[in-house]
């Protein structure tokens, strides 16, 4: 690039003027007093943290989104990519902490790219940086705790876009406690769970999830697992050995031939394995109004000869503190079947989504999160929970009601002409004096020009002010 070239924006990146950003600062200030009501506090952290923050527990879609450097001093860091992890390092540190904790915060996080295996390979980013508006709760472990936090991003998301909200509500730990009753290993289980979009689609992408499984062994007979152990037995003694290419593998043949006993040396029955499979199948394709879903669910849980786990209650009082807490039981469904992507979730998960164009669109969400705290250092696990919402997301929904409102407080002066530029000053000063924002103009304004401004800046009045002071309206 030459010096003459014109340096462009970053790709994914946005600049905001006049009435947007007005607009995002206004609906941030609505909704910080909102949170308020609720004794949240505000909390700002660090835009830039230790990489290792956000790499302990996030795992998935989100660890690949991650801007991160080194720092001058050597360090690996990152620039935020959510909120989360750096409130409860915050919390971490407070000297006496006094739970439960509140907080609220609405500020810039940066992610590599919104979507990364949407688009096609060469597609620019859609977006790079957000605006997170919400609330973490540190401390409490009581179901009305999640209640609060689905019903506050209920009511942010209802006071900002204003059409349909919908609020679905999953739960991490009901499929984890239920797969705990399948004689299968934990990397079983771990694959099962990894793999819930999958199974939640088609038969033929449960077959695909099936085949995957038998590549990996987990269908093995007794026979095969002992031709496996024989193999791992060779490669213990160097009767075989890998090949050896330090740039693909940091592990040595030892090292890898433990972890391979280890996983098949773990309990594991493939009818049982088949079994789950089913039945988590099942589990993950319902999602219905509560009453129906967690009806269903049980009768599902019974059919396969498991047991309703205290998981599963768990999530039927978390919907029921949802409803006491005012959220209308139609905008509520249950659903088993969807991720996060954050792998630090622990218990109740949610979605916030709105209606356009007769479709749902996801504009945040949350959950519980209870042993993250104890991943970044604490001593104990510490009940958690909080959500996030896309303040850019939510404002697309806004059409031009609230931007259309001008600025009763503004007024923009110009002069009839160059006489008059000398009264400017002195007519500004007293209007300032008045309680009034005012913006001078140096120069005459053409119509197109007072449109203009009407435009970008939303003055509740643009005035020409001739040479004696004298002032007239010239745009209504």
Known sequence: MSNSDKIMRAPGFQDRVGSELMLMESAISELRARFASRGYLPIETPLIEHSELFLRMSGGLLSTQIFDFIGPDGSTVSIRPELTAPIIRH????????????????????????????????????????????????????????????????????????????????????????????????????????????????????RAVQQQAARLGMLASLDQREKQLELIRKLRARAISLPQDDSHSLRSTQEIAERLKKNLCEPHDPKAFSAAIEFISHIVTLSAAPDEALERTESII??????????????????GATIDEGVEEGKISVDLGFSTGIEYYTGMIFNVSARRAGQQERIGGGGRYDRLAKALGSDTDIPALGFALSLEKMLEFIEEEPIAKPNSNLIVLAPTDDSASPAIAGRAAELRCAGFQVASMFKALTSAQAESIKKQMRPSKIMAVSEDGATREIVQ
């Open 302 to 319: 019974q059919k396969h000869g498991l047991q309703v786990t205290e998981e599963v209650k768990n999530l039927c009082r978390v919907v």
């Open 91 to 206: 919390s971490l540190h407070e000297s006496s902490p006094t739970f439960p904790q509140r907080y609220q915060y609405a500020a810039p996080i940066v992610r590599y790219s919104e979507r990364p295996y949407e688009d096609p390979p060469r597609a620019l980013p859609r977006r790079r940086q957000f605006t997170q508006i919400g609330a973490e709760l540190i401390g409490p472990d009581h179901p009305a705790a999640d209640g609060e936090v689905i019903a506050m991003a209920t009511d942010a998301a209802e006071e900002i876009t204003r059409f349909g909200i919908a609020i679905r509500i999953g739960h991490v730990g009901v499929i984890w406690s239920l797969l705990e009753q399948f004689q299968i290993s934990q990397r079983a289980r771990l694959f099962i769970a990894s793999n819930l979009a999958a199974l939640k689609g088609n038969p033929e992408q449960t």
